[in-house]
């Protein structure tokens, strides 16, 4: 049994057993669960990123730059139609369960899509560490990913450096950022990930990470769920909403889960996810 379950959680409660996935997130800060869904889904997946991504950039605020030919698009939950299947899943449901406690919630919805000639983002974490985490060593918020295509070498897959979700130095610039001189620890420790679609992982942010080169003519979608503990505060940084009819054909599991307004209508996001640092392209 993981000895990093959340206080007072226990293997029974949970739909799968995911002791392993907690002390792959605690020693790794990243873990995966293959085949989660099927290539049908992720290819509707992709359809509905396509879609939201062709109207974000009709607009202006509607995608942030995350370095050069890379953006990031919030969006509101029923525009992926495979949303409750993805946060009612039994894997996604005990790893958030098993480490943010039962009363976790579902605060971002989003994507990230690297273009052709897309660079190297400098080796980051996603925000600075949390006192709870600093503190107590523990993780108060998760985030999956979920390709929308098949990964490979030359598309610029995503780069984490495990056991680095720890790292905690004033020299971090904005506490996300670490100076050219400890590239060498992320450098030595980089191992590239190659999901296939159906595939989706789980990590904590703070484990340092970057998306690299994409040598190819393909995207390379990758769909965020960004989940909080009780303490944590990511929710304060995102715009997720829903309309009341969408609301109402939720099941309960999922709403009680889903930190977010309620309204009659939508309004599309205007993006304040701006993470300093990774417009400065090439690192």
């Known amino acids: 049994m993981s000895t990093h379950l959340y206080p007072g959680t226990s293997v029974q409660e949970l739909d799968v057993d995911v002791s392993p996935d907690v002390e792959a997130l605690y020693t790794d800060g990243i873990t995966a669960r293959k ?29 942030v730059g995350r370095g050069p030919n890379r953006y990031y698009v919030e969006i509101h939950p029923e525009q992926i139609r495979g949303f409750v299947e ?52 523990r993780l108060t918020s998760l985030a999956f990913n979920v390709t929308a295509v098949d990964t490979a070498e030359d598309m610029g897959p995503f780069e984490i450096a495990p056991g ?8 971090f610039g904005h506490g996300m950022f670490p100076p050219r001189a400890h590239y ?13 679609r159906g595939d989706i992982s789980a990590r904590t942010a703070l484990t ?25 505060d990511n929710g304060d940084r995102h715009d997720t909403a829903v309309t009341r009819r969408y609301w109402d054909t939720l099941p ?24 300093e640092g990774l417009v400065m392209g090439d690192a």
């Open 184 to 196: 060498g620890r992320y450098q030595e420790r980089a191992v590239r990930k190659y999901p296939r």
């Open 35 to 63: 085949g989660a869904f099927s290539t049908r889904w992720a290819d509707e997946l992709r359809e509905d990123i396509e879609a939201a991504f062709e109207e974000a950039l009709s607009r202006p605020g509607g995608a």
């Open 86 to 137: 993805l946060v009612d899943h039994p894997w996604v449901r005990s790893v958030c369960t098993a480490v943010l406690g039962p009363d976790y919630r579902i605060v971002e919805l989003g994507f990230d899509v690297p273009l052709e000639g897309a660079v190297n983002q400098p080796w980051h974490r996603d925000f600075p560490m949390p006192e709870e985490t600093r503190r107590e060593r």
């Open 252 to 275: 309960e599991r999922v709403r009680r889960h889903l930190d977010c307004p309620v309204v009659e209508e939508l309004t599309p996001v205007t993006q304040k996810h701006t993470i």
């Open 164 to 171: 680095t979700q720890w790292d905690d130095s004033p020299e």
């Open 208 to 232: 340092i990470h970057r998306g690299t080169t994409n040598l190819s003519d393909r995207t390379r979608p990758v769909l965020v769920l960004g989940v909080d503990g009780p303490e944590a």
